[in-house]
């Protein structure tokens, strides 16, 4: 499998965008969001066959697992909400049945804001307390200069998750399982049992740095927790559907471990030693590893700051 694939056009636009608001450029209140969203409304969505009757589209917001048959759809991610038309053009591709649950892996707006009409449309939201805490109030990420308001009632996941489940359809297993806090405090990671398919949400960014939103409960050490779960179970076989990035593989994922292993104890052991953060950024402790995983949405100098705040 390739690393990653070529970004979209609202990945770039997201990935500007963060860039200077690291970089302290004068950026209005919406700019990073608004900016994805007028991407997602242009409405590109790619279709990747998986195996077995599950697919990935990508293009709207983070990476969405679909997993269809007769009994209806099981969505891992609903997307943005302005690429709604688009979205049901191309769920309808995979066949006539409805979506019949959606799982949200975490509250990012990239990951969630199509919850409101695909509940309109009769699905069932499932998350976790932590996420739906999250989405029905104000909740302010800094690093995108945005505050999200509460999301409307059609928005707000009907089913709340505080363990293990598993949906049976489709002859699949679909396990909904509840990760301690990671990219942030609530997220989920799904398993598509028999087609050995597993959808992560944003605790794994495929070849890039990833963002961790300290703010609302992630952390690095829970990142790498939550991806050493993976790796027990996971095998040369199994297909991983990132957050953002190309469907991956073990050695990938065990990759991306490591790397976040490295930075986390290269960034924690100059903390210890009493630098402060613009001082530890200066250090450049992602340099080894930058040319590969640093050309992406979080920069090496925005993810120093992530690992910095976590350790």
Same mark, same amino acid.
């Given at each position: 499998?390739?690393?990653?694939?070529?970004?979209?056009?609202?990945?770039?636009?997201?990935?500007?965008?963060?860039?200077?608001?690291?970089?302290?450029?004068?950026?209005?209140?919406?700019?990073?969001?608004?900016?994805?969203?007028?991407?997602?409304?242009?409405?590109?969505?790619?279709?990747?066959?998986?195996?077995?009757?599950?697919?990935?589209?990508?293009?709207?917001?983070?990476?969405?697992?679909?997993?269809?048959?007769?009994?209806?759809?099981?969505?891992?991610?609903?997307?943005?909400?302005?690429?709604?038309?688009?979205?049901?053009?191309?769920?309808?591709?995979?066949?006539?049945?409805?979506?019949?649950?959606?799982?949200?892996?975490?509250?990012?707006?990239? &990951?969630? =804001? %199509? /919850?409101?009409?695909?509940?309109?449309?009769? +699905?069932? *939201?499932? !998350? @976790?307390?932590? $996420?739906?805490?999250?989405?029905?109030?104000?909740?302010?990420?800094?690093?995108?200069?945005?505050?999200?308001?509460?999301?409307?009632?059609?928005?707000?996941?009907?089913?709340?998750?505080?363990?293990?489940?598993?949906?049976?359809?489709?002859?699949?297993?679909?396990?909904?399982?509840?990760?301690?806090?990671? &990219?942030? =405090? %609530? /997220?989920?990671?799904?398993?598509?049992?028999? +087609?050995? *398919?597993? !959808? @992560?949400?944003? $605790?794994?960014?495929?070849?890039?740095?990833?963002?961790?939103?300290?703010?609302?409960?992630?952390?690095?050490?829970?990142?790498?927790?939550?991806?050493?779960?993976?790796?027990?179970?996971?095998?040369?076989?199994?297909?991983?559907?990132?957050?953002?990035?190309?469907?991956?593989?073990?050695?990938?994922?065990?990759?991306?471990?490591?790397?976040?292993?490295?930075?986390?104890?290269?960034?924690?052991?100059?903390?210890?030693?009493?630098?402060?953060?613009?001082?530890?950024?200066?250090?450049?402790?992602?340099?080894?590893?930058?040319?590969?995983?640093?050309?992406?949405?979080?920069?090496?100098?925005?993810?120093?700051?992530?690992?910095?705040?976590?350790?």
């Amino acid at each position: 499998m390739s690393t990653i694939r070529t970004a979209t056009t609202w990945q770039r636009a997201l990935s500007l965008a963060l860039i200077g608001a690291w970089a302290g450029s004068a950026l209005s209140e919406e700019s990073v969001v608004d900016k994805v969203n007028a991407e997602a409304a242009k409405g590109v969505i790619v279709t990747h066959a998986l195996r077995a009757n599950v697919a990935e589209l990508e293009g709207s917001g983070g990476n969405i697992t679909v997993l269809s048959g007769p009994d209806g759809k099981f969505l891992v991610d609903s997307g943005i909400g302005l690429s709604k038309a688009a979205m049901q053009a191309s769920l309808a591709k995979l066949g006539s049945s409805p979506v019949k649950y959606v799982a949200n892996t975490h509250w990012h707006w990239d &990951h969630s =804001d %199509g /919850d409101a009409w695909l509940q309109q449309a009769g +699905a069932t *939201v499932i !998350a @976790t307390p932590q $996420t739906v805490s999250h989405l029905t109030q104000a909740s302010r990420v800094s690093d995108w200069n945005h505050t999200f308001p509460p999301v409307s009632a059609d928005g707000v996941p009907s089913v709340r998750l505080t363990a293990d489940k598993t949906y049976t359809m489709n002859g699949e297993s679909v396990v909904v399982h509840p990760l301690m806090a990671s &990219h942030t =405090d %609530g /997220d989920i990671s799904v398993y598509f049992k028999h +087609a050995d *398919v597993l !959808a @992560t949400g944003d $605790t794994f960014w495929n070849g890039v740095y990833p963002y961790i939103d300290d703010e609302h409960g992630g952390g690095i050490n829970g990142t790498i927790a939550a991806v050493d779960s993976y790796l027990k179970f996971v095998t040369d076989k199994t297909i991983i559907v990132p957050g953002h990035g190309a469907a991956a593989d073990r050695k990938q994922l065990l990759e991306y471990r490591d790397m976040l292993v490295a930075v986390r104890d290269r960034v924690a052991a100059l903390k210890h030693q009493g630098k402060t953060l613009s001082e530890v950024v200066a250090a450049k402790p992602t340099a080894p590893f930058d040319a590969k995983w640093g050309k992406f949405i979080v920069t090496p100098e925005l993810f120093t700051k992530l690992v910095y705040e976590g350790v």
